[in-house]
């Protein structure tokens, strides 16, 4: 694997020259590697890990399960592509199971969400149907497990 992108993996978001400098490297040769790896569309971008209760009140995520009719020839991926387009779609997958796609959006509000699965997404051709479960609370994110200050981690929370 790329070392540079093996590090991205791996590590904490650096900056090319702190790249540089960990896997000793001249810097011009981690900005070739990077521009190789965003140009091939490997490296998407950094991005940074936020805990979402500091978005809560300003935010509302929700996950759509999407049933689709695939369209003739073009299989799953036109659909998909047409959602991903969306600025309230966050993420989409396409997943094996009770439902093709899975996708996730985010709005200002439950009503917001709401209108967007009703008036834009539903009434794609080619979906279905769909089902939405808003996400209330976020216990591990990417990777990160979100602290509680007032939860007792060592306590179950529901006692018999």
Request: some cysteine; overall charge negative.
């Amino acid at each position: 694997m790329n070392a540079v992108l093996k590090l991205l993996l791996e590590g904490e978001p650096l900056d090319a020259k702190q790249l540089a400098q960990i896997l000793a490297f001249p810097q011009a040769e981690v900005d070739a590697q990077l521009a190789t790896l965003k140009a091939s569309g490997i490296f998407l971008g950094w991005r940074a890990v936020l805990n979402p209760a500091y978005e809560e009140d300003r935010t509302v995520r929700a996950l759509i399960e999407v049933k689709v009719r695939p369209e003739g020839g073009l299989g799953y991926d036109h659909i998909a592509g047409r959602i991903s387009r969306f600025e309230q779609v966050e993420t989409c997958y396409l997943l094996s199971g009770a439902f093709d796609l899975l996708v996730i959006v985010k709005d200002a509000s439950l009503r917001k969400v709401a209108s967007f699965v009703h008036e834009r997404l539903a009434k794609l051709e080619g979906v279905q149907s769909t089902a939405t479960c808003f996400m209330l609370r976020a216990y591990k994110e990417q990777g990160y497990v979100m602290e509680n200050g007032s939860a007792n981690l060592d306590k179950p929370i529901v006692s018999p």
